[in-house]
């Protein structure tokens, strides 16, 4: 995750209900293999998807949650929103991951988020996020040649395999996730759950601590 500012005041106790917001997604944010009909099918798909994948993660380690379709009014009482923004999505090439690696053909998928306390006479934001995070940094088949030229098969299908693994459904789960292990971590911070619960994300130039991980297999062409 990138930068973390509390903000306003912090909520006195765990929301009955999180409530998460569509992702605005600028169409120029959007670096992918499609274009017009295309291109909006594929945008609001991925809204859709980063929704969904957060409302099963914060079910599942904070609260229960559910997407608030557009257009719904804001409900008022104990309960939460996120919303936030696609500040960049980029698709890279599966080709270049397999092959070469090392962070050539790799993803990119940035968001800002902004959680607000909906117990008020009006929403109070008392978090903003910044994530940032990628995939494409696995060796590709080339690493499997030896300075003397001579090339390992296994070792190539093995590198191409991992390479693979990349793609913007992986950054999509993952950034779902740190989203809420950071939301996981203020919660803890601020008493509202025990150590023993808590998630902890992933920050810039330090190590993650150690969590049971979530192994997503990527959709193909992704």
Not at 38 to 61: G, Y
Not at 182 to 191: K, M, R
Request: net charge positive.
């Amino acid at each position: 995750m990138g930068n973390v500012h509390p903000k306003g005041t912090p909520p006195k106790k765990l929301p009955a209900k999180i409530y998460v917001q569509e992702f605005v997604a600028p169409i120029d944010n959007f670096r992918v293999d499609r274009n017009e009909k295309d291109l909006l099918a594929f945008i609001k798909e991925e809204r859709h998807a980063l929704a969904s994948d957060l409302v099963e993660q914060l079910s599942k380690h904070i609260a229960p949650a559910e997407i608030l379709p557009e257009g719904r009014p804001l409900p008022k009482g104990n309960f939460w929103l996120i919303r936030g923004v696609f500040d960049r999505v980029n698709q890279g090439s599966r080709l270049l991951r397999i092959g070469i690696g090392f962070g050539a053909g790799g993803t990119k998928l940035e968001t800002r988020i902004v959680m607000d306390d909906l117990s008020g006479a009006h929403p109070s934001p008392f978090l903003s996020v910044l994530s940032t995070g990628g995939s494409g940094m696995a060796p590709g088949a080339w690493a499997a040649f030896t300075p003397a030229g001579v090339f390992f098969i296994p070792g190539a299908v093995a590198n191409a395999g991992g390479a693979s693994l990349g793609g913007l459904s992986i950054d999509r789960k993952r950034t779902a996730r740190e989203i809420t292990a950071t939301l996981s971590e203020y919660c803890f911070q601020q008493g509202l759950i025990t150590e023993h619960r808590t998630r902890r994300p992933k920050k810039l130039g330090l190590l993650p601590s150690i969590q049971r991980p979530d192994f997503v297999i990527p959709k193909k062409g992704l």
